[in-house]
């Protein structure tokens, strides 16, 4: 098993920027691949990013991709999600999710093991 803590959200203006932090506790960290979805609501799960159990491979949704960066400190068992650039568009509850070690990427969110609480993320206009 493991448990994840979503923290970093918040409300924050069109073109401010957010960082989302993502503890995870429970079985070693390193064994995980990790991504971070969002949605919005009305709207279904949405695949945002991900990141190998080494940080060395990453994958972008394009529409992200040049504004928001993943990465991982394992030393630490923690995720992050830096968000620059944000717009209202971005508004949603962002979530971590944990997949045992697999090949890159996987961007449905069925395909993964452990999911956080989420954490809301509001960008005002």
């Known amino acids: 098993q493991v448990q994840l803590v979503e923290s970093g959200g918040g409300l924050v203006q069109a073109g401010g920027s957010l960082r989302l932090s993502c503890a995870a506790s429970?079985?070693?960290?390193?064994?995980?691949?990790m991504a971070w979805f969002r949605q919005a609501a009305g709207k279904e799960r949405e695949f945002l990013a991900t990141?190998?159990?080494?940080?060395?491979?990453?994958y972008y949704k394009d529409t992200v991709k040049g504004r928001f960066t993943i990465a991982r400190d394992n030393a630490k068992s923690t995720v992050y999600l830096q968000m620059n650039s944000l717009s209202p568009e971005d508004t949603a509850v962002y979530y971590c999710?944990?997949?045992?070690?697999?090949?890159?990427?996987?961007?449905?969110?069925?395909?993964?093991?452990?999911w956080g609480q989420g954490t809301q993320v509001t960008v005002s206009s």
């Open positions: 429970g079985r070693t960290f390193s064994d995980y691949c």
């Open positions: 990141i190998s159990w080494s940080g060395g491979s990453t």
């Open positions: 999710a944990a997949i045992e070690v697999a090949s890159l990427p996987r961007t449905r969110a069925d395909e993964y093991d452990y």
